[in-house]
């Protein structure tokens, strides 16, 4: 019987072992604006430049959720980025997309969605075990060009301003410029 524990106490080792700890880099510049579906975001948030991390990289034994995803659904573009480093995440919805051209940030779901908060884009940030959420500023800046759309191959492809508010503290905002993303689905 401990000869089974022993072993079992190996093999979980041995997995753990397994997934690799990435070091986290400062990031130098934004991501080139590409076309290609190459899955790269970033921004200045209120002028610090950020990109999208993740702890660990895929391995056999552990495969951690994508730091990047999006995806078209009836219209609707759909963008999720996080940083693990910085506890950081943002959320886009984009309505309506009908190719290349200029938009706007969805600030809530439609009243019929099925979805576990109000916000349909947001900004949420954790530090010293507090998380806050920042929802759309409704009297911000707040725009989106898709420079790229791709249904066929779905790549989508712009850049991107806009500014969150605390939910709890509107006075407290937080600004994304220079955004951009090549994202595919």
Known sequence: MKKWYYI???LGLCSLCGCEINDYVEPQALPDATHEGLQTFGTKINGSLWVPFQKYRNSPN?????????????QTLRIAVTNQQTL??????VGEIHGV???????????????????ASLYQRCANGDCSQYVVCNTCENKVNITYCDTTRKIFSGTFEVTFQKKDSPSERVTLSDGRFDIRD
């Open 88 to 93: 950081e995440s943002i959320s886009l919805m």
């Open 8 to 10: 079992c106490i190996w």
């Open 62 to 74: 552990f495969k951690p959720a994508p730091v990047i995803w999006g995806k078209l659904q009836q």
């Open 101 to 119: 051209g200029t938009y706007r940030f969805m600030s809530y779901f439609p009243k019929n969605a099925l979805e576990f908060t109000p916000y």
